[in-house]
């Protein structure tokens, strides 16, 4: 479930797990990613955001297979409200930040936006609940991840 150092990443660097700020992790808009109009399809903005989930998720030291075999359990997505402010184009470097909002028992409340430099082009709220895998069915966090979690929730 953990690769050797759980805070350290191949390819993300510790200080990209967050504190205050969120997890942040760059991404550059293809052609692929666009529409007939020349702007990102409105379902790209979701890609984006389960990527940036699943690099935080990386980056703390949890990766989602070796998650599946250890403990026979993921995480799915419940719900997802999103809010689409301004579009994105194609080259445009953006951010996508991520911020665990909430953290219950069973399931982790993401608030994330996708950023143009200073400018909030996509707000979504994203709620993640951890089932077992085999059953389908909701259980708890695992307590190694709750307490690695905890770390970085935002205080109510």
Do not use: K
């Not at 259980?139 to 109510?156: E, L």
């Amino acid at each position: 479930m953990h690769i050797d150092d759980p805070g350290r990443s191949p390819t993300l660097p510790a200080a990209a797990c967050g504190t205050g700020n969120g997890f942040r992790m760059p991404v550059r808009v293809y052609y692929e990613d666009t529409d007939a109009a020349g702007v990102v399809y409105y379902a790209n903005y979701l890609r984006f955001c389960e990527r940036a989930r699943t690099e935080w998720l990386r980056a703390l030291g949890f990766e989602q297979q070796a998650l599946l075999a250890a403990e026979g359990v993921g995480f799915v997505v419940r719900s997802v409200r999103a809010d689409y402010l301004s579009p994105a184009r194609l080259d445009d470097g953006l951010t996508v930040v991520s911020s665990l909002a909430g953290l219950r028992r069973a399931s982790l409340d993401f608030r994330q936006e996708i950023m143009r430099d200073d400018e909030r082009l996509f707000v979504a709220h994203v709620v993640l609940a951890c089932v077992d895998w085999r059953r389908q069915r909701p259980v708890a966090i695992p307590a190694a991840m709750q307490q690695r979690f905890q770390t970085y929730a935002i205080p109510a």
